[in-house]
T-cell receptor, first 113, second 110 residues
């Protein structure tokens, strides 16, 4: 049972445009959400997070939006840069992220120069 | 430099031969965990540990063991590896919401 779903395995975007990566979840107990970026041959690196008490969190070019009623979150990257080309994983957890963390299957983003 | 190290980085072994993948972090983090990454399945949590001597199962714990005898180390033990444990394994540690991942261990079980 995939509790965190990233339905788009890949996404291509032109440099300078907006990248929107989507994530859906089924477990209503999740209260903390994170996005990680992963380059080939490296471990994932933390990008941005959001608590369920918020609906938006921004960090530079990256913004995460949370829609609890739809059990949906999205990551916006504006403007997209070629260095953003990577696999992006959405993750969710219960109780502030200090317990079991469930990851999505990932979306491979390609930013075309 | 803050880091999580894993050893070995690559390992080819045979079915049934016990192995241990080591994980060490130098950030004094209490929380550590192990994941496996498989095509089409993303990252799945195997075990996690909230502190020394405190471990719990993740989503796919079958066939794995862990121990946490000291804060910095969190080894992953495969007592009798099988081909379906061929995967890319990541160790991670965290304090607040920032989880630091190791570089990965690519394991092949023949």
């Amino acid at each position: 049972d995939q509790q965190v779903k990233q339905n788009s395995p890949s996404l291509s975007v032109q440099e300078g445009r907006i990248s929107i990566l989507n994530c859906d979840y089924t477990n209503s107990m999740f209260d903390y959400f994170l996005w990680y970026k992963k380059y080939p041959a490296e471990g994932p690196t933390f990008l941005i997070s959001i608590s369920s008490i918020k609906d938006k969190n921004e960090d530079g070019r990256f913004t995460v939006f949370l829609n609890k009623s739809a059990k949906h979150l999205s990551l916006h990257i504006v403007p997209s840069q070629p260095g953003d080309s990577a696999v992006y994983f959405c993750a969710a957890s219960v109780a502030g992220g200090y317990q079991k963390v469930t990851f999505g299957t990932g979306t491979k983003l390609q930013v075309i120069p | 430099e803050a880091q999580v190290t894993q050893n070995p980085r690559y390992l080819i072994t045979v079915t049934g031969k016990k192995l241990t993948v080591t994980c060490s972090q130098n950030m004094n983090h209490e929380y550590m965990s192990w994941y496996r990454q498989d095509p089409g399945l993303g990252l799945r949590q195997i075990y996690y540990s909230m502190n020394v001597e405190v471990t719990d199962k993740g989503d796919v714990p079958e066939g794995y063991k862990v121990s946490r005898k000291e804060k910095r180390n969190f080894p992953l033990i495969l007592e009798s590896p099988s081909p379906n444990q061929t995967s890319l394994y990541f160790c991670a540690s965290r304090r607040t919401d920032t989880q630091y991942f190791g570089p990965g261990t690519r394991l092949t079980v023949l």
